[in-house]
């Protein structure tokens, strides 16, 4: 197990950030927010701080991050797309036009995407020429961003990476790190927002645990920002978060502090605290689509009951065995990937693992290896040898046909006893086969003998679970219902 990176302290107890609420009134000339934003703004405003008094860009930037990512978790929830939603919101704000609205607009100019961040500084001058004054950490946003250093943390099965980068404008200096799993399609798993003053004790941390491990198998390689864009911008634009799962992590962590019948104002995917991230909030709500409705017309958004159960903060802590809030970061680490040079191309049109056509020969070679001709029935050996094939292929990112294990776990654990119908014989082949696999694929790379034996060693473990999840009635039906059946016998 790899060491996590150790996150920096909540934002509230963060240098030049304020530990609670402070909100200025807004001179009289100008319209008011609808209650709606004014709840969600207060709601942010206690975790990231008011963006109209936070004393750096960053805190500003956390503040709209969160804010957009509340915009897009919705539009997952009802497929729609998010880019809309924030135009129109750069409308609402320029129209509301407080000094409240000027700090969100100079914000969400820093971390939205090129067309939204543009609409938001026109808005934000247009407002300023009319006398609303911008925030006193504006100068200081203007500022080019810099990048300060990228390293990569990985296997040499290439089952996942975590991917440090670290930036920097005027005096903030500031890291992420991102897990990105390849046996999840290459998705973004965890993501902590961490002090750069942290990471070489993070960096000392990793060595010190590779080192306790067999040589060969873990990596830790700095690399450029290029490389680094690479490697996580499309891992970031492609994970969509589970909302079934989150959703039911919220209510059951906040059905004492909010009664969903009275409040109507759902706060997932908007506080950094809430370590799973969040989808988004239901359609009626002020983060939706349908509470947003058409922006030009302010009269369509419905009035919310106060926030009273929400008083005590203490619900928003962090856990430290979990990550931060994607979609809350999402913003942000987009905006700093957009900054460094285009991605690295692969040389000479590199290819690597294999596509269906390639199978057959695939299978052929796993068959007369030494590894897998000794198992019995071995028709039966070169089916289990296609299933991992076909599910890798069809399930994995990375470089098939090696499996590490992570890969082998959800092979074992998850998508075989969601989807292959196997009798006793065929099933009593399965770990031999995988082991085989194990050893053959790793030797076809050219790794050591001590590689392969972890990778045995870590599958064996796998198979541990094995008979209570193929016996789980939930992938039972699953694979009755939508799996396949296995041909080969042991005649």
């Given amino acids: 197990m790899r060491p996590k990176p150790r996150r920096q302290p909540h934002h509230s107890s963060r240098p030049g950030t304020p530990n609670r609420r402070a909100h200025p009134p807004s001179p009289t000339r100008h319209p008011e927010l609808p209650p709606e934003f004014e709840q969600l703004f207060d709601a942010l405003d206690e975790v990231y701080g008011d963006p109209r008094i936070v004393r750096t860009p960053l805190d500003a930037e956390l503040w ?32 509301v036009g407080s000094p409240r609205t000027q700090a969100v607009l100079c914000a969400v100019s820093s971390v939205a995407t090129p067309e939204v961040a543009t609409r938001a500084a026109q808005a934000s001058e247009r407002l300023f020429r009319k006398g609303v004054r911008r925030p006193d950490w504006y100068g200081a946003s ?37 897990t990105v799993a390849n046996n999840a399609q290459g998705s973004v798993v965890e993501v902590l927002l961490v002090d750069p003053a942290d990471l070489p004790d993070i960096l000392g941390e990793i060595r010190a645990e590779f080192s306790e491990g067999p040589e060969g198998v873990f990596s830790l390689d700095r690399i450029d920002g290029a490389e680094l864009r690479r490697r996580l911008e499309p891992a970031v634009l492609e994970t969509v978060v589970d909302e079934d799962e989150l959703d039911d992590d919220f209510d059951a962590e906040f059905d004492d502090e909010l009664d969903d019948e009275d409040a109507g104002l759902d ?53 430290d065995d979990e990550g931060d809030d994607f979609a809350a970061l ?12 285009e991605p690295a191309e692969l040389p000479g049109g590199a290819d ?31 089916e289990w040898g296609e299933v991992f094939a076909r599910l890798g292929l069809t399930e994995f990112a990375g470089d098939p046909p090696l499996y590490g294990p992570e890969k ?77 059946t296995m041909q080969s016998t042991a005649g």
């Fill in 64 to 95: 709209a991050s969160a804010f957009l990512g509340g915009l897009w978790s919705a539009a997952l929830q009802q497929d729609d797309e998010p880019e809309g939603a924030e135009l129109g919101l750069v409308e609402v704000l320029e129209l």
């Fill in 142 to 178: 203007l500022q080019p961003v810099e990048f300060l250093e990228g390293w990569s943390v990985s296997d040499v099965f290439a089952d996942g990476e975590l991917l440090i980068a670290a930036f920097k404008r005027g005096k903030d200096k500031y890291a992420f790190t991102a």
């Fill in 408 to 484: 082998f776990d959800t092979l074992i654990n998850v998508l075989i006893p969601a989807r292959v119908n196997a009798d006793d014989v065929q099933l009593e082949l399965l770990e031999p086969v995988a082991r085989a696999w194990a050893r053959w694929s790793t030797r076809r790379v050219g790794l050591t003998e001590p590689v392969a034996d972890y990778l045995v060693e870590a599958v064996e473990e796998s198979f541990e679970d094995f008979p209570q999840a193929y016996g789980d009635p939930v992938f039972a039906m699953d694979r009755h219902m939508f799996g396949f």
């Fill in 267 to 319: 706060l997932d995917g908007l506080d950094e605290a809430e370590p799973d991230g969040a989808v988004g909030d239901p359609p009626d709500s002020p983060m939706g689509f349908t509470a947003i409705g058409d922006l030009g017309d302010l009269g369509d958004l419905e009035d919310l009951e106060d926030l009273e159960e929400l008083e005590d903060l203490d619900a928003f802590e962090e856990d």
């Fill in 352 to 382: 690597f693992g294999y596509d269906l056509d390639d199978l057959p020969a695939l299978l052929d070679e796993f068959a007369a290896s030494d590894d897998a001709c000794g198992l019995p029935h071995p028709a039966i050996v070169r």
């Fill in 330 to 341: 999402r913003a942000l680490m987009l905006s700093r990937l957009a900054v460094l040079p």
